[in-house]
Nanobody, 123 residues
Framework: VQLQASGGGLVQAGGSLRLSCTASTFTLGSSAIGWYRQAPGQAHEWISCISSSGGGTYYANSVKGRFAISRDDAKNTVYLQMNSLKVEDTAVYYC?????????????????WGQGTQVTVSS
């Protein structure tokens, strides 16, 4: 099973992007979904997650108030709306699915991963 993360690109600081996480052979609806990012030379960073019900959403302090995670199970897609982007948001963004359904900040709780999408924010 592999997830597909998409929607990345080049944007100026202050701009917005919406990332999508989907899967062609796996139903995301019963899973919690987490978003992580990794900038060059930096550690893997958890940034957001949403429970399987959608009732629980969580954010890292670095993105709180700027990013919003949501899910549309009818489209088998989880979104990460990113607003007020900063240069320091530049990274490859990955999504992961936790079959337990429980939101987690720990990458080892996620069973499946996508290949990542590049987000570049210019000054």
């Amino acid at each position: 099973v592999q997830l597909q993360a998409s929607g990345g690109g080049l944007v100026q600081a202050g701009g917005s992007l919406r990332l999508s996480c989907t899967a062609s052979t796996f139903t995301l609806g019963s899973s919690a979904i987490g978003w992580y990012r990794q900038a060059p030379g930096q550690a893997h960073e958890w940034i957001s997650c949403i429970s399987s019900s959608g009732g629980g959403t969580y954010y890292a302090n670095s993105v709180k108030g700027r990013f919003a995670i949501s899910r549309d199970d009818a489209k088998n897609t989880v979104y990460l709306q990113m607003n007020s982007l900063k240069v320091e948001d530049t990274a490859v963004y990955y999504c992961g699915a936790a079959r337990s359904g429980w939101s987690s900040r720990k990458s080892y709780d996620y069973d499946y991963w996508g290949q990542g999408t590049q987000v570049t924010v210019s000054s």
